[in-house]
């Protein structure tokens, strides 16, 4: 991937990849490379005609391409642009797509947390005791600003990008679901905003 994120400031932008099987197929080529329509059909259960479709339109908003260095060239190979995607949660407010679009993939965050959390439940005897003890979650409640909880969320990134670069060649190196999540509670005394 050419770049680690892509921030998106157009609604329509963020309106493109907020689809069922948009965002699968983007979440696909990220964490498992370049591949083709036929390929991820076959992986994600659909017809190669709707995936190649649904890639089209990911190419047109700019998340995905054609793989410069793919090996065949009768096969169309695709891959993602960017590691990330972001967006401004109180500009796509501006409008009512925008808000769709942003809820949406917030909501496809929570089911996929979900997801990751149910499968390691299911797996969990077939996993080392190493990773037994690393994975889990946590619910500390902290009293913070909002701007310390935005650089917070720069900090911790940075770090599991910088220990990913480091792990890169480690035989022991998992993908791992990491979902960094802070929302503020209403507080009586001090009231909210």
């Known amino acids: 991937m050419d770049h680690e994120v ?49 890639l089209r339109q990911l190419a047109r908003y700019g998340f995905v391409e054609v793989d410069p260095g793919q090996r065949d060239r009768r096969e169309r190979r695709w891959r993602a642009i960017h590691r990330f995607t972001s967006w401004s949660d109180v500009e796509m407010a501006a409008t009512a797509e925008g808000r769709e679009a ?40 902290v009293r913070l600003s909002a ?3 935005a650089s917070l969320y720069e900090r911790v990134s940075a770090m599991f990008l910088e220990a990913a670069e480091r792990d890169r060649g480690d035989p022991d190196a998992r993908p791992v679901a990491v979902l960094l999540a802070a929302h503020p509670r209403r507080d009586p005394a001090a009231g909210h905003g």
Request: aromatic share 6%; no cysteine.
């Open 147 to 149: 701007a310390t909880v």
């Open 6 to 54: 892509f921030h998106v400031h157009d609604p329509r932008t963020l309106k493109a990849v907020a689809h069922p099987l948009r965002v699968r197929l983007l979440g696909e080529l990220r964490t498992n490379g370049p591949a083709t329509a036929t390929e991820l059909a076959g992986r994600l259960g659909e017809s190669s005609g709707s995936t190649s479709y649904h």
């Open 102 to 141: 942003a809820a949406f993939l917030r909501r496809r965050q929570l089911e996929k947390l979900t997801a990751d959390v149910e499968n390691f439940e299911r797996e969990r005897d077939l996993w080392s005791e190493a990773w037994v003890e690393a994975a889990g979650m946590s619910d500390l409640v």
